[in-house]
T-cell receptor, first 114, second 114 residues
Framework: DAGVIQSPRHEVTEMGQEVTLRCKPI?????LFWYRQTMMRGLELLIY????????DSGMPEDRFSAKMPNASFSTLKIQPSEPRDSAVYFC????????????FGPGTRLTVT | AQKITQTQPGMFVQEKEAVTLDCTYD???????LFWYKQPSSGEMIFLIY??????QNATEGRYSLNFQKARKSANLVISASQLGDSAMYFC???????????FGKGNQVVVIP
């Protein structure tokens, strides 16, 4: 069974450009999470969805960030316009809903904004 | 809100020895799950072990075991017979009943030396 799939794996872009990160969760999972990891701030939850509905977006840094989940098998995280401080590794994770279920992480997208 | 505390500095451990990674947590939930993840230098987040708050026995998964002390709100990870491949950052996390967020600690760095 395929794990969580993220694309691209690496992204280098210039400040001001739009960046779109993509995620395909594990089939059957009904909860999806977007995280950002940096050396300075560690692992931060940006937003999560239950059954394709955004539940908590309090971690989204600002209006430049947006996330969508149009169906159960696809989600995007968009940054527009991107800034150098957005450089980080962005993880997508999925799980079943419930405190007893582990989250499975994708390989991450390493974003560099110059 | 849940809070996870991991305060140990980076650790060096001799190959084949056991190592214990400390994790304390704070929550007002009666039901919750505790998780440990491993992040090697390659960057992926790997789920290791789960302990439910109502589980009376400590969880074990191969060389990983969880020393769960509910009254002290601690969930320490024990890695037995360390291997060079165990060198990684280890994160403790928890998830409460009715809240799908996974709260992470800041991680413990482990380096296994031959």
């Amino acid at each position: 069974d395929a794990g969580v799939i993220q694309s691209p794996r690496h992204e280098v872009t210039e400040m001001g450009q739009e960046v779109t990160l993509r995620c395909k969760p594990i089939s059957g999972h009904n909860s999806l999470f977007w995280y950002r990891q940096t050396m300075m701030r560690g692992l931060e939850l940006l937003i999560y969805f239950n059954n394709n509905v955004p539940i908590d977006d309090s971690g989204m840094p600002e209006d430049r960030f947006s996330a969508k989940m149009p169906n159960a098998s696809f989600s995007t995280l968009k940054i527009q316009p991107s800034e150098p401080r957005d450089s980080a590794v962005y993880f997508c994770a999925s799980s079943l809903i419930g405190f007893e279920y582990e989250q499975y992480f994708g390989p991450g997208t390493r974003l560099t904004v110059t | 809100a849940q809070k996870i505390t991991q305060t140990q500095p980076g650790m060096f451990v001799q190959e084949k020895e056991a190592v214990t990674l400390d994790c304390t947590y704070d929550t007002s939930d009666q039901s919750y799950g505790l998780f440990w993840y491993k992040q090697p230098s390659s960057g992926e987040m790997i789920f290791l072990i789960y302990q439910g708050s109502y589980d009376e026995q400590n969880a074990t998964e191969g060389r990983y075991s969880l020393n769960f002390q509910k009254a002290r709100k601690s969930a320490n990870l024990v890695i037995s017979a360390s291997q060079l491949g165990d060198s990684a950052m280890y994160f403790c996390a928890m998830r409460g009943y009715g809240n799908n967020r996974l709260a992470f600690g800041k991680g413990n760095q482990v380096v296994v030396i031959p």
